[in-house]
């Protein structure tokens, strides 16, 4: 059982940045497949990124934050980032940190496809 820890979240000025840490607790080690997830009020869970931690470089990205975020990970630090920059009005949600324990991305901005759930840190922008 993995459990998630997210960190960084904040308000901040339109075109501000951010960056969201996601790190297991305890004795976890971040899995295959990580991926962030946003949730505003009154909207469904939305897919904002997700990375294949086993090359660090096969990533994925919603069309809605694509050139504006970018997923790291750092296997060494067992953390995931999420670099938030130009940052808008509608980026304002709460964003969880997800953890797919296949070997492989098969749907990584589906949310359905991950077992393992952070508690969500708030990112508000105005």
């Known amino acids: 059982h993995v459990q998630l820890v997210e960190s960084g979240g904040g308000s901040v000025q339109a075109g501000g940045s951010l960056r969201l840490s996601c790190s297991p607790s305890g004795y976890g080690h971040i899995t295959k497949c990580m991926g962030w997830f946003r949730q505003a009020p009154g909207k469904e869970r939305e897919g904002v990124a997700a990375?294949?931690?086993?090359?660090?470089?096969?990533?994925y990205y919603a069309d809605s934050v694509k050139g504006r975020f970018a997923i790291s990970a750092d296997n060494a630090e067992n953390t995931v980032y999420l670099q938030m920059n130009s940052l808008k009005p509608e980026d304002t949600a709460m964003y969880y940190c997800a953890a797919d324990s296949t070997v492989l991305c098969w749907n990584p901005l589906v949310g359905s496809e991950y077992e393992y759930w952070g508690q969500g840190t708030q990112v508000t922008v105005s």
């Open positions: 990375i294949y931690t086993g090359d660090s470089r096969t990533v």
